[in-house]
C-alpha cells in the first residue's frame, strides 16, 4: 500500500510538472514546446526605429521598452518581446513557445506577447513577429519561417 501510495504521488507530481509547463520537464529542457497546443505559423522579425522619433516605434503597446532576442541571448532581456493579432485577446506578457526557434539557438526562447500591429489584424495564431536588434538581423532566415507556435495559457 505504501508503495502504491509514493506511485501515485509521483504520478501526480509528474502530472503537475507537465500541466503547469515547466521548463523542465522529467529531467530535460523541453525544446520541443511539449505542453499546449501548437499551431502552423509563420514567423517573422521586427526591429525598434530609433531614428523615427516615434516612442511606439520603440516600445510595446503598455509603453514598455522593446525586448530584443539579441538581447535576451546576451543576457540582457528577461524575455523576447512578440507581436500578434489583437483580436486573439491574448493577456498581456502571455508566454509562446516555437521549437524552431529553440532548436536553432539551442535554448529555451522565452517570447511574451506585448505587443501588436495593424497589420497582424485578422491574422490570428497563423503569424507572429518576434523583435530583433536591428534591421539587418530582421533578415535572417531563422525569425523569418515557417513554425508552430506554442500558446502557453
Keep these: 500500500l505504501y508503495e502504491q501510495k509514493v506511485t501515485n504521488m509521483e504520478l501526480i507530481f509528474k502530472l503537475i510538472v507537465y500541466f503547469t509547463c ?10 520541443q514546446c511539449s505542453c499546449g497546443i501548437g499551431y502552423n505559423s509563420t514567423l517573422s522579425a521586427y526591429f525598434p526605429d530609433y531614428q523615427s522619433g516615434v516612442l511606439r516605434d520603440v516600445t ?3 509603453g514598455k521598452k522593446l ?7 546576451d543576457g540582457r532581456a528577461d524575455y523576447v518581446t512578440g507581436a500578434m493579432d489583437r483580436h486573439l485577446n491574448l493577456t498581456y506578457g502571455t508566454s509562446v513557445c516555437i521549437p524552431e526557434l529553440n532548436q ?4 529555451p526562447i522565452d517570447i511574451q506577447v ?6 497582424l489584424d485578422g491574422l490570428g495564431l ?4 518576434i523583435c530583433v536588434r536591428t534591421e539587418a538581423d530582421s533578415y535572417d532566415h531563422s525569425v523569418n519561417t515557417r513554425i508552430r507556435v506554442v500558446v502557453q495559457r
Design 114 to 119: 506585448r505587443d501588436t500591429d495593424p497589420e
Design 67 to 73: 525586448r530584443t532576442l539579441q538581447d535576451y541571448l
Design 22 to 31: 515547466c521548463e523542465l520537464i522529467f529531467g530535460h529542457i523541453d525544446l
Design 60 to 62: 510595446d503597446m503598455k
Design 104 to 107: 536553432h539557438f539551442r535554448r
Design 126 to 129: 497563423s503569424r507572429i513577429d
